[in-house]
């Protein structure tokens, strides 16, 4: 997870990892008007209705790490790369993420690495803080279909003119080489 200065992120919601109770804890993210009306313009939607997770924060590994799990849901309408017609689509995503020191992360440098159990992300904690608006708003954006496509669409490969008249551009180059006979 990227770390913008909090103040530029559309949809955060900072939590200090001292703040976690020895048990955990449940929090509900729900994004207000003008959060979804910024997190649209980021993800170049045309409506985003609805967002909003619950999660299920604790710490893992002798308070060493932090466990975030949820679900994710959106309501969005995006443009159909075809028919440049709107298309609702509602998300439901599943959020599984592990945020650790950062010198417990392998930066490539040779820190440890640590172990994940099966497609569990690794994130660091960055100065005490994990930011799970942010979390939310980049599975969001991970979750969008790319190129929405209205249902029923069939791809049709374009042909330009009839195989037969395909005519090597090279060929003419090969023939200017050649010294006319006599």
């Known amino acids: 997870m ?23 804890l449940e929090d509900k993210l729900e994004a207000n008007e003008t959060e979804r009306r910024r997190l649209t313009e980021r993800f170049g939607l045309l409506e985003l209705s609805k967002l909003l997770a619950e ?11 932090v466990a975030v799990q949820g679900v994710m849901t959106a309501e969005v309408v995006q443009q159909c790369v075809v028919t440049l017609e709107p298309l609702a689509t509602l998300i439901k995503e599943e959020i599984d993420v592990l ?22 992300e690794l994130e660091p904690i960055i100065n005490g803080v994990i ?6 708003a980049q599975h969001l954006g991970v979750a969008l279909d790319p190129y929405p496509r209205k249902p029923g669409l069939a791809y049709v490969e374009a042909k330009y003119g009839d195989d037969a008249e395909v005519v090597n551009p090279f060929a003419k180059l090969a023939d200017l080489g050649k010294k006319p006979t006599k």
Do not use: C, W
């Not at 604790?58 to 790490?65: G, I, T």
């Not at 945020?99 to 569990?120: C, N, R, S, V, Y």
């Not at 930011?131 to 939310?136: I, N, P, R």
């Open 2 to 24: 990227k770390n913008p200065n909090l103040s530029e992120l559309e949809f955060s919601r900072p939590l200090s990892v001292d703040k976690i109770p020895s048990g955990g």
């Open 55 to 65: 999660l299920s924060i604790q710490y893992v590994r002798a308070e060493h790490m």
């Open 99 to 120: 945020f650790a020191l950062p010198e417990l992360i392998k930066d490539g440098a040779g820190a440890p690495e640590i172990e994940t159990e099966g497609q569990q």
């Open 131 to 136: 930011d799970l608006g942010e979390l939310v």
